[in-house]
């Protein structure tokens, strides 16, 4: 991990913990874009940000590579939240580039995870595992953020 944050930064999992509860919905919206630019600052540095499951970020500008022993992910599910839209099924490259293959391949090595893509060329990507299909799948909201 190329920057390690000592003690995680929680303003999120604190944020998410406290809820709405104390707080009018101005004062939560203020502080909920306050700790969304906190963690974008972090996230421009190039490489992933990692997270827990309870949104405490752990590090930012990791590289993500595929675990030792582990095969190459090969093939990808990708959806999007469209009327009439249909799942396909492509090769990690045919998605985007570097990020889109580093997150495929972390979800293909840690079934538990999710990963998340936001990429220069205006693609927003939800890699999950499906039991399913036992395989990678790819939501693409890129449409949902217009």
């Known amino acids: ?15 998410v913990r406290e809820g709405v509860t104390g707080r009018t919905g ?16 972090l996230t421009a540095v190039d490489g992933a940000a990692v997270m827990t499951d309870s949104y405490e970020m752990l590090a930012f500008g990791a590289k993500i590579a595929r675990r030792r022993g582990s095969p190459q992910v090969e093939l990808v599910t990708v959806t999007e939240p469209v009327v009439g839209g249909e799942a396909r099924v492509v090769t990690p490259a045919q998605l985007g580039g570097t990020r889109h293959l580093s997150a495929a391949q972390f979800v293909h090595d840690q079934r538990d995870a999710i990963a998340l893509v936001a990429s220069q060329d205006r693609r927003f990507t939800v890699f999950a595992w499906s039991p399913c299909a036992d395989q990678v799948h790819g939501h693409q909201v890129e449409a949902l953020l217009l």
């Open 26 to 41: 101005d004062r939560f919206q203020q502080a909920l874009r306050e700790v969304v630019d906190v963690i974008a600052g």
């Open 1 to 15: 991990m190329a920057y390690a944050i000592s003690p995680p930064y929680r303003g999120l999992s604190e944020l």
